[in-house]
C-alpha cells in the first residue's frame, strides 16, 4: 500500500485524519509519515485499512434496504398514523 491509497482509502471514508488514526490504532505522526512516504506502510495496517473500507462500502450498499424496511414498518404503505388526532 502507497501512502497515495491510504489517502484515497481516508477520504473515500469520510473520515479525519484523527479518525483514521483512531481506527487504524496508530499515532498523528506515524499516520502522517505513512502518508508521506517517509515510512513503508506495515501489512497489517495496509490490511486493516482495507477492511474497513471494505466493510464501509458493504454497509453503505446495504443502507438504502435497511432504510426501506425501517420506514415502511413504522409507515406501512407509507400512511403516516393519526398519533392522536382527533378522526373527523
Known sequence: ???DELTRIQAELLFAPR???R???????TY???KAGRRGIPRDVADLAREILRRNREFMARLPALIHAAVERDFPGGVIPSAGRDEE
Request: net charge neutral; proline share 0%; aromatic share 6%.
Open 23 to 29: 481506527v487504524l490504532m496508530l499515532n498523528r505522526r
Open 19 to 21: 479518525d483514521m488514526c
Open 1 to 3: 500500500m502507497t501512502g
Open 32 to 34: 502522517q509519515d505513512y
